[in-house]
């Protein structure tokens, strides 16, 4: 295993998690593409991209790295498919994230276990082809319980603890592998604010229980996709849902929060309630395809250094960058890098 030798100056590069599959390996420009290939062929597809993709990430300047998720489809079932006490046939209509979308969803009809490693062979490849930090994303229990149908536990509290369980185990085994950031992601965090305050952020405690790692959390408006940029238009001109849920994360173990701030309408001074934690701030918007320029990366930071330590900031994307062309997604990713850079020599 050839760990990580780097270490990070000011201002570190990092992303919140997907990057665009290739052309060759899924349907393009799609959230969910289907696969282009099967078996032994996939597999080799799938290394094929995170090897691209983690070159691409170095050249850029991205400090702390991530496979862009290239191994799986979704965030969510990607973890889900290897649990046990899931009945994938058993389809239940859901709305979720508060009815933003209604999908079929697979139901819980049993205790939830881990049957074995999900993502082991996914972060033994990736720590192996990169010296960088490296960074994997694991999706957050409460984001899963909006995701999944209840058959089996009765309350969303209680599925949340279990799958938080099975989280961790999995957490642990890649911390061993030599993941340097274990992130969760909790787009779900924003929707179901009394919840959060009430179990999520316990049961989100429970997933990094032990972890050694540095632990992050990403919360978020969602993919720049129709349904997320219709349900923004209903919340006013200021997004001030993270004001309710930051106290209880900064009272939390999780050393990193990552939220969006370019393009977005969250004030950058509810970052004031984050006073103990690393801010990954998000200074590439993922619902444009408009490229930043290293500048408006650089002023983005700016801003956030008015409410928090430098020390305790970090350069990053809004969101995933799966859904958007690959040459957008490479161009953005350079002016994270480029930004860091001017802001580095500013400052
Ligand atoms: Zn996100």
């Excluded at 046990?84 to 049993?110: A, C, E, F, H, Q």
């Excluded at 720590?127 to 694991?138: D, E, I, Q, S």
């Excluded at 219709?230 to 849920?245: A, C, D, H, V």
């Excluded at 950058?268 to 408006?296: N, Q, Y």
Aim: hydrophobic content about 40%.
């Amino acid at each position: 295993m050839s760990k990580s030798t780097s270490s990070l100056p000011l201002f570190p590069t990092t992303v919140a998690g997907s990057l665009p599959k290739p052309a060759w390996l899924a349907e393009p420009e799609k959230l969910w593409g289907a696969w282009k290939a099967s078996g032994d062929e996939l597999r080799q597809l799938k290394e094929d991209a995170a090897l691209l993709w983690l070159k691409i990430e170095e050249d850029a300047g991205i400090d702390i790295v991530t496979e862009g998720e290239q191994f799986r489809i979704h965030f969510v079932h990607g973890f889900m498919e290897q649990l046990g006490g899931i009945d994938w046939l058993k389809k239940t209509k859901m709305g979720i994230r508060d009815n933003r979308y209604v999908v079929d969803v697979p139901t819980v009809t049993g205790p939830i276990t881990r049957k074995g490693s999900v993502h082991s062979h996914d972060v033994r490849f990736a720590r192996a082809h990169t010296k960088k930090k490296l960074k994997f994303t694991l999706p957050g229990p409460m984001t899963i319980c909006d995701t999944i149908a209840d058959a089996h536990y009765g309350k969303r509290a209680d599925m949340a603890m279990a799958f938080a369980q099975a989280l961790n185990q999995e957490a642990r085994e890649l911390e061993a592998l030599g993941v340097d950031v274990i992130q969760f992601d909790e787009p779900a965090f924003n929707v179901f604010m009394k919840d959060v305050k009430e179990w999520g952020v316990a049961a989100l405690e429970v997933a990094a229980a032990g972890l050694k790692c540095t632990t992050a959390v990403h919360i978020c408006y969602g993919y720049g996709i129709e349904a997320n940029t219709k349900w923004k238009e209903t919340l006013g001109s200021q997004w001030r849902q993270y004001e309710e849920i930051f106290p209880a994360l900064n009272a939390s173990k999780i050393q990193q929060v990552s939220l969006e701030c370019q393009g977005s309408k969250v004030p950058i001074s509810l970052i004031e309630h984050l006073k103990d934690k690393t801010i990954l701030v998000g200074a590439i918007d993922v619902a444009t395809k408009s490229i930043e320029t290293p500048e408006a990366v650089a002023a983005v930071m700016r801003e956030a250094m008015k409410h928090a330590d430098k020390e305790r900031l970090q350069c990053c994307t809004n969101c995933g960058l799966a859904p958007l062309p690959r040459s957008i997604a490479v161009a953005k990713l350079q002016a994270l890098g480029a930004g860091a850079t001017l802001l580095r020599k500013t400052v």
